[in-house]
């Protein structure tokens, strides 16, 4: 079996074809859209996370019993921090997006990757 292009044995595939199909780089405009999409979801985030904790201190719950107390109280807590939680997510995922698009205008360095 002498064929004129020979495959790579972990991929299977022709040399010529693979770069081929490998997926195009990222551009600035991927990755200023990411940083203003990321950053709307943080905006919605934190709009909702201020009516959940607007909501949870006009509406207190009150139960008979302690641990019904308890359990609602815990249930509150996780509600609240998992809304902050997600503001905080988007927002740092878009502001990392935010300053990878910056670093993408700028020119690349001539030095050599280690």
Same mark, same amino acid.
């Given at each position: 079996m002498s064929d004129p292009q020979q495959t790579d044995p972990g991929s299977g595939i022709a040399p010529a074809t693979?770069?081929?199909t490998a997926p195009p780089r990222k551009g600035p405009l991927s990755f200023l859209s990411g940083a203003l999409t990321s950053g709307a979801l943080a905006w919605v985030s934190l709009l909702l996370s201020q009516r959940v904790v607007t909501y949870f201190a006009v509406h207190p719950p009150h139960y008979s019993k302690p641990f019904a107390q308890s359990i609602g109280t815990a249930m509150k807590t996780l509600i609240v921090g998992m809304s902050f939680l997600a503001t905080f997510s988007f927002a740092f995922v878009g502001l990392g997006l935010f300053l990878v698009?910056?670093? #993408?205008?700028?020119?690349? #360095?001539s030095t050599e990757p280690s």
């Open positions: 693979a770069a081929a698009f910056i670093r #993408s205008l700028l020119p690349a #360095s």
